[in-house]
């Protein structure tokens, strides 16, 4: 796996592979691998031409600094992971490189009603700063396809807004959210937490799975109420429990036929915010019913 830290060598190289011929998958983290990420290297690689990775903490995507100091780095075991899952490059800036002008960053996206809502309400400027990175890495790497999570559903739709906005033709690609045996999300954060935090953390992936099994039958006060209770017996302390139309994330309080929704929650465990989130197909069945 070759390794670049300055832009201008990764694209010398990028260039050379693309006068031969082949496409670019790119997958941006920020770091702390764990299986979920290496599923997007694994679909890129599925997909053929050159996988590019990236690692870089953002600074402009947090909002509570300590969130930012505190956000793990393991850069070795990063780059093992990343050769043995056969990524070819990694691309590992530092903040010169991608913001050479310094911080803050000044540019603004237009991302109207989903910066206001979910994570857009409860952690203000923060897809500011994703939409700043993620233009940045995109301009550096120049990948005819991007490979996004699911779990970060908001994220996935910032980003699809964003290269609307810039005009980019590169083409999306969602990967399914990676989970633990016992449901919950692999999270680069969850190495944050304790033992005894990890088990009480599944408590996310049981109301989403509540939410997703009494959907049909139940008002929206109802869902939240007893989703909150899940939560509360696992030590979690929610910023949201929402179920919203999942092409455009408008909430809803009741769910008509017409409508694919998703959950989505995020909560707080001891002083660690995760995030979670489930798509409830339109012709699901709940268990038992
Ligand atoms: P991050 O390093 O948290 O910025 O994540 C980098 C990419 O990996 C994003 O597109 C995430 O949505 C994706 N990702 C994070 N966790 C998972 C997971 N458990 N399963 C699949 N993809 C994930």
Same mark, same amino acid.
Do not use: G, P, V
């Given at each position: 796996m070759f390794i670049f830290k300055e832009s201008c060598d990764l694209q010398k190289y990028l260039k050379t592979q693309a006068k031969q011929g082949f496409s670019i998958g790119f997958v941006p983290t920020m770091g702390a691998l764990h299986e979920g990420h290496i599923s997007l290297i694994k679909a890129a690689k599925r997909d053929g031409g050159i996988t590019v990775a990236s690692i870089f903490v953002n600074p402009?995507?947090?909002?509570?600094p300590d969130d930012f100091k505190l956000y793990p780095r393991t850069i070795e075991k990063d780059i093992y992971m990343l050769e043995k899952a056969g990524c070819d490059v990694l691309y590992l800036p530092d903040v010169k490189d991608l913001y050479p002008d310094g911080l803050p960053a000044n540019e603004q996206y237009d991302l109207g009603y989903l910066e206001t809502v979910l994570d857009g309400k409860y952690r203000p400027g923060h897809f500011q700063g994703v939409c700043q990175v993620v233009n940045r890495l995109m301009n550096a790497v120049k990948p005819g396809k991007l490979y996004l999570g699911q779990k970060d559903y908001q994220q996935c739709m910032v980003i699809k807004k964003l290269l609307s906005i810039t005009g980019s033709k590169a083409e999306i690609v969602i990967c399914p959210t990676l989970r633990e045996q016992d449901g919950l999300a692999m999270s680069?954060?969850?190495? !944050?937490?304790?033992k005894e935090q990890l088990i009480n953390a599944t408590g996310i992936y049981k109301a989403l799975i509540y939410l997703k099994n009494n959907i !049909?039958?139940?008002?929206g006060a109802v869902l939240k109420k007893n989703a909150g209770d899940i939560l509360a017996d696992h030590n979690l302390v929610p910023d949201y429990i929402e179920i919203a139309d999942a092409d455009t994330l408008e909430l809803l309080n009741t769910v008509q036929n017409e409508n694919q929704v998703v959950a989505l929650i995020a909560a707080y465990m001891g002083e660690v915010r995760l995030i979670d989130n489930m798509i409830i197909p339109l012709n699901f069945v709940p268990y038992g019913n």
């Open positions: 402009t995507q947090f909002n509570d680069s954060r969850n190495m !944050r937490l304790t !049909r039958n139940n008002t």
